[in-house]
């Protein structure tokens, strides 16, 4: 069973300060995986979509990183701000399941002064 | 950019009425999808579509049904609301995409509360 399980379930920290987050998964064929924020009472937004061919990917102050091999990913923030407060999801889809995808269940983020 | 947008930001609805989540994007996308995200679980598909007049079952389609009658629009219907089915709705959109992307690009979703 495809599968994504993401930690830590939740995370708060100081304003400025960095952190990294992770994603482990068992979906197969691998397509792609992507990091999405969700703000609260939003839906969710895309910061990052990569390819097997791909080990990290940038995006402003957020960078992925992915390990194919590990099937481990992991997306670092740099210099939280308190707009950063949301929920990461991490979400990987399969070769062939036409647009399918596994979610995992999300970190979420509260960055405080 | 790519605009999602869905009917309602909340909806209060008693037990057994019929519920319409009407679901609307603008990048001429063939496919859409709904889903709901409880806490705890995630987002969980519900139906999707490739085309008009197409749908698929996703993974817990008991108890919704789907209409899409237009590209542009695509409809989540709740023939009889019960409590269970409280949750955030998620409309989302994408094309098939080249390569290894299919990307979907989401709604702000429905607050649905059933009484």
């Known amino acids: 069973k495809n599968q994504v399980e993401q930690s830590p379930q939740s995370l708060i920290i100081l304003e400025g300060k960095n952190c990294t987050l992770q994603?482990?998964?068992?979906?197969?064929?691998?397509?792609?995986l992507r990091w999405y924020k969700q703000d609260t009472g939003r839906g969710p937004v895309s910061l990052t979509i990569?390819?097997?061919?791909?080990n990290t990917k940038s995006n402003g102050r957020y960078t992925a990183t992915l390990d194919a091999d590990t099937k481990q990913s992991s997306l670092h923030i740099t210099a939280s701000q308190l707009s950063d407060s949301a929920s990461y999801i991490c979400?990987?889809?399969?070769?062939?399941?036409?647009?399918?995808?596994?979610f995992g269940t999300g970190t979420r983020l509260q960055v405080t002064l | 950019d790519v605009k999602v947008t869905q009917s309602s930001r909340y909806l209060v609805k008693r037990t057994g009425e019929k519920v319409f989540l009407e679901c609307v994007q603008d990048?001429?996308?063939?496919?859409m999808f709904w889903y709901r995200q409880d806490p705890g679980l995630g987002l969980r598909l519900i139906y999707f579509?490739?085309?008009?007049?197409?749908?698929e079952k996703g993974d817990i389609p008991e108890g919704y049904s789907v209409s899409r009658e237009k590209k542009e629009r695509f409809s989540l219907i709740l023939e009889s609301a019960s409590t269970n089915q409280t949750s955030m709705y998620l409309c989302?959109?994408?094309?098939?995409?080249?390569?290894?992307?299919?990307?979907?690009?989401f709604g702000p979703g429905t607050r649905l509360t059933v009484l």
């Open positions: 990048m001429d996308h063939e496919n």
């Open positions: 579509s490739y085309d008009v007049k197409m749908k």
């Open positions: 989302a959109s994408g094309s098939p995409g080249t390569g290894s992307y299919n990307e979907q690009f």
């Open positions: 990569m390819t097997f061919s791909e």
């Open positions: 994603c482990n998964y068992t979906v197969s064929p691998f397509s792609n």
């Open positions: 979400v990987v889809s399969a070769h062939g399941t036409a647009s399918k995808l596994t």
